[in-house]
């Protein structure tokens, strides 16, 4: 089949060109003919909270990457769609995350459509229908979108839930995140703390990706400052670039006096990076206050690491609790005592085998396979 993925890509940085880049490979492989149109604007810089959109890594070798669209500019989104429209593919695929996206992504959708040679059908894939960070205006442009797809995959059963509010009229599978297997293979323990330059007699939690006041670092801090947790040899790993001020968690740190046992990278952590930080963690924690689905879970199961997530969105989907590692609430005291119990009573080698089996249920052929029922259902 023809397959056309609209939406973040290679020279952009960040989970969603990730994404994007493996599920093109995928379809490569199993011999479809796939290529990606990304950005020639992704955002105006001032809305960028970030210090960069784009990566400074290699462009992903055998995907073909071609940067068309420009997201402020309706002229392009013409130009785009009508360039879609004349290649006929027979699924245009796109990865939704912001109702910032909505005007361009669905008017390309719309032209792409229009086309009587061909089947073009259009299938968006949920992050979220929702965002985390709500405005009035949310709903008008996510109804604009969700107007002009055909199918949909979510990714968690509380995104199918909100796409209900705004169409029922379309296919929607629910597919699980696959795996991120693309940060390369798990590195030997020791190995990853010696590149990180770490002592290798504490453990290590990680705390992983950009920060933003839903993710919850604030609680995972207020937690780590359970006198309980004091003398254990364990330190926090923060590592990810603030998307927002520093001062309210620095302010805990240093009122909490925990500021010894915390390592701070306060940057974007590059693509041949993800595997050091993975491979030295001892537990990966996501104290979420909001969340659908999460990436960073996916990484987790990749590097085959035990989670500590809260019952927020569809991470207890992902996560069984007592299996994998711990779905609490979010709040501090329930987040020390999964911490405690996790360090206290030993439960590494238990829940990681756990998340062995558990992994097998996230692989990128069953994405596919959702993506094709859901075309042939249209």
Known sequence: MRIIILGTAYPYRGGLASYNERLARQFISEGHDAEILTFTMQYPGFLFPGKTQYTDSPAPAGIKITRVLNSINPFNWIRTGNRIRKAKPDIVIIKYWNPFMSPCFGTVARIARKNRNTNTRVICIFDNVIPHEKSFIDRILTRYFVRSIDGAVVMSRSVGDDLKEFRVNIPVKFNPHPLYDNYGAILPRDE????????????????????????????????????????????????????????????????????????????????????????????????????????????????????????????SEIVPDGKCGYVVKPEPGFIAEAIIDYFSNNRKKQFIEGVKQQKMKFTWDKLIDSILDIYKQI
Do not use: C, W
């Open 192 to 315: 990853a703390l010696n590149k990180l330059s770490l002592n290798a007699g504490y453990s290590y939690m990680l705390f992983f990706g950009f920060i933003r006041a839903y993710k919850g670092l604030d609680l995972l801090l207020e937690a780590f400052a359970d006198k309980r947790l004091i003398n254990r040899k364990l330190k926090l790993i923060i590592a990810g670039e603030f998307y927002e001020s520093d001062v309210p968690y620095k302010t805990i740190i240093e009122k909490r006096n925990i500021g010894n046992d915390i390592i701070l990278y306060d940057r974007f952590i590059k693509e041949d990076e993800v595997a050091l930080f993975f491979s030295a963690a001892d537990l990966v924690v996501q104290p979420y206050r909001s969340a659908t689905q999460s990436g960073v879970t996916q990484i987790a199961y990749h590097f085959e690491k035990p989670m500590l997530v809260t019952d927020v969105g569809g991470l």
